[in-house]
C-alpha cells in the first residue's frame, strides 16, 4: 500500500449530497449520495413555508437561535495519534489506512461507504469516505460542495469562510461554520478531499468540532490526510 509520497495505486472521486439533518447517520452534516445522484442534481430540502399576518406567504424561517458551548477546546498536543486501518464499500470496497486520535471510537455508517470516529465526548468527529469511483480532482468536488451548501435552507446557518486548492498536492480544503441542530450549537466543519499521485480525489476527509477546537481539528485533519491510503 503507497502512501503519498510513493504516489497511491489507485485513485476517486466522491461527493457529499449534504443537507442538515440533525446528526444523519450519527454525523451532523452527513446524507451521503453517489457520484451519479448528485450529478443529477440531487434537491436540497426544501424550506418550509409560512404565512405572514398579511397572508403573504413566505419561505424565510425564523432566525435559529444558538446555545453556546463553552467546553474547554481540543487541545492539539495532547492528542495521541494511532493507525487505523479499514473497509469501506460503495462503487468499489477500499481498503483505507489512516491516522486518527487513538481513543476515539471507530464506526461504520449505513450505507458503508463512510467509517466515522467519534470523540468520547461527541462533541467532536472525524468522517472518511472512499469506495467511490475515480472520475475527477479534488477542486472539482469542492466547488460541487460549496454549490450544495449554498442551496441548503437558511436555518441550517452554513457558513464558508474558506476554501483553498493546494498547488503541490492537489487537495482541496473546504472551512465552514454551521448549526448543528441535535444539539442547537454553532458547529466548526473541515472537508478535505485527498488528491492520489495522478491528481485525482481518492479520499473524503472531514472534521467536526467546537469554533474553539479550530487549531486541533486542522491538525487532526492534517494526520488524517497527509497518512491515508486507499487500495481498492
Known sequence: MAGR???????????????????????????????????????????????????????????????????????ADEIRYRTRVFTVTSVVASRVSVRVPGNWEMILLDPPKDMKFNEPERRRAVRVQGGFTIARAPAVSLEARIKQFKALPADGMVSVKSHTVNPVTKDATLIYNYADIESNTLKYGMIRWVAGAKGLCILEIAVTGLPQDKAALADILDHASESATRTD
Open 5 to 75: 509520497g510513493l504516489g497511491r495505486a489507485l485513485l476517486g472521486s466522491g461527493l457529499l449530497a449534504v443537507t442538515l439533518l440533525g446528526g444523519a447517520g450519527g454525523y451532523a452534516l452527513g446524507l451521503v449520495t453517489t457520484d451519479q445522484q448528485a450529478s443529477a442534481g440531487t434537491p436540497a430540502a426544501p424550506l418550509a413555508v409560512t404565512v405572514s399576518p398579511g397572508g403573504v406567504p413566505s419561505t424565510t424561517p425564523p432566525p435559529r437561535k444558538l446555545v453556546p458551548d463553552d467546553s474547554e477546546p481540543l487541545r
